[in-house]
């Protein structure tokens, strides 16, 4: 098996930046919430989609293969149910069918986004020129 690595250092910007809002999402939904459970729509789903976007285009556009770069951005959609999941166990948490949503639209956002820049980048930008 051969493993690509990213070469630019906008690649490994990145999958840096990747593992760091990954990191940041898993802490953030794990910790126990001190306020009140209930909160429909607002800021909170803004972000949730937000982050998941993020989370799926960026290996789209740091990873340089393709196979390994489609699989990892459309883990991120089932990572979010796990975690929506794994919230019901935590004090003043619960499953919220709202933030899954948001999770998700954000997901398949971000599969679009990335994937046209991951075309752009591949088909439309002159060899050499990528940073």
Same mark, same amino acid.
């Given at each position: ?14 999958? @840096? !930046?990747? $593992?760091?809002?990954?990191?940041? @999402?898993?802490? *953030? ?14 800021? +909170? ?9 993020? $989370?799926?285009? !960026?290996? $789209?556009?740091?990873?340089?293969? #393709?196979?390994?770069?489609? !699989?990892?951005? $459309?883990?991120?959609?089932?990572? *979010?149910?796990? !975690?929506?999941?794994?919230? #019901?166990?935590?004090? %003043? #948490? ?6 899954? @949503? ?7 956002? %971000?599969?679009?986004?990335?994937? @046209?820049? #991951? ?8 060899? %050499? +020129?990528?940073?």
């Amino acid at each position: 098996m051969n493993i690509q690595l990213p070469e630019t250092k906008s690649e490994k910007l990145s999958i @840096i !930046l990747w $593992l760091v809002i990954l990191v940041v @999402i898993t802490a *953030g939904s794990l910790v126990p919430k001190m306020s009140p459970p209930g909160e429909q729509f607002g800021i +909170d789903k803004i972000l949730h989609a937000f982050f998941f976007l993020l $989370l799926a285009a !960026l290996p $789209l556009y740091g990873i340089p293969e #393709r196979k390994t770069a489609l !699989l990892v951005a $459309l883990s991120v959609a089932p990572y *979010g149910y796990l !975690l929506e999941y794994m919230q #019901r166990s935590v004090p %003043g #948490r619960e499953f919220s069918a709202h933030d899954l @949503i948001a999770n998700n639209l954000g997901a398949l956002a %971000g599969l679009f986004i990335g994937g @046209i820049i #991951r075309i752009k980048i591949k088909y439309f930008t002159p060899p %050499g +020129d990528s940073s």
